[in-house]
């Protein structure tokens, strides 16, 4: 398919046929378009859990029957990655070796086409194969299959002059959660704060990102972003939007309540998440 068709029901047959192939291979490969690529990367690390063999996913920038492609490269990469002592969903791309819940496609046209966001490379391949201490080992712990997500969710970015009129349409349209794009650490203007109070009365919950590519939501700093803390809004402090969009849309298939749906976005299942690093 193309990757821009890509969808939950998808994500959760290809962790399926993982599941059910386990104990068959010592490796996974997917190969993918790069659209939605690291949707799927971050999507797979929370349905594949306690993942104790390499999942590498790849694609390529320039179609595989044109010589120049990189579709060549990028897949034997992603085989020789499957086949070592690591584990874990990685996202393998024009050398990179990608942790597949920091994953982000950072240009629509270079063949370095994607990055880590808030982390360091797992890997990189050049003759050899080089992993940072960040990279976990292959194990024999009981694998845990977690499928299901939720799609009734909205994702809104702000800008200045968004109308709070349109937050609190998407509110009364009543989805399952609302992840908001905010400026800088976790800023949003005080005009929201009443939509904000209308999706707490709703049990909405909103989970608030960041719009820049570095750095986490911060939002005890500014009054800005206290205010809305205080309406018991979550935030995402260092996540990409991919990993922060997959993860709400797979706890919501499991939480019994907004505490738990806190504490199961607040766990940091495979590093998406740092609550306590060097920023903090």
């Not at 029957?65 to 990189?70: Q, T, V």
């Not at 990279?135 to 200045?160: C, M």
């Not at 709070?164 to 998407?170: I, V, W």
Request: glycine share 8%.
């Amino acid at each position: 398919i193309d990757s821009s068709n890509m969808c939950p029901e998808l994500w959760n047959m290809i962790g399926g046929v993982i599941n059910e192939k386990y104990f068959e291979y010592d490796g996974f490969v997917i190969t993918h378009g790069t659209d939605t690529m690291a949707y799927t990367a971050s999507a797979l690390s929370f349905v594949l859990g306690d993942l104790g063999k390499p999942v590498t996913i790849t694609g390529a920038q320039i179609p595989g029957g044109r010589i120049e492609s990189d579709a060549r490269r990028n897949f034997v990469n992603a085989v020789r990655v499957a086949t070592l002592s690591k584990a874990g969903v990685m996202l393998i791309f024009d050398g990179d070796i990608i942790l597949g819940s920091r994953a982000h496609k950072l240009s629509e046209s270079k063949l370095d086409a994607f990055g880590p966001i808030n982390w360091v490379l797992l890997g990189e391949i050049r003759i050899d194969v080089r992993f940072s201490d960040e990279a976990k080992e292959r194990h024999d712990r009981a694998f845990q299959f977690r499928p299901g997500f939720e799609s009734n969710i909205s994702v809104i970015t702000l800008f200045p002059g968004f109308p709070s009129q349109s937050l609190e349409a998407a509110v009364i349209m009543n989805p399952k959660g609302i992840v908001l794009r905010s400026y800088g650490s976790g800023n949003i203007s005080y005009k929201y704060l009443d939509a904000l109070k209308l999706a707490k009365t709703r049990n909405i919950p909103i989970v608030v990102t960041t719009q820049c590519l570095e750095g986490a939501t911060l939002m005890h700093l500014y009054d800005v972003g206290k205010q809305a803390l205080d309406l018991g809004v979550i935030q995402s402090y260092d996540m990409s939007t991919e990993s922060a969009i997959t993860k709400l849309m797979w706890a919501l298939k499991r939480a019994e309540s907004h505490e738990e749906l806190v504490e199961l976005f607040y766990t940091n299942f495979t590093g998406e998440i740092n609550k306590e690093g060097k920023l903090y």
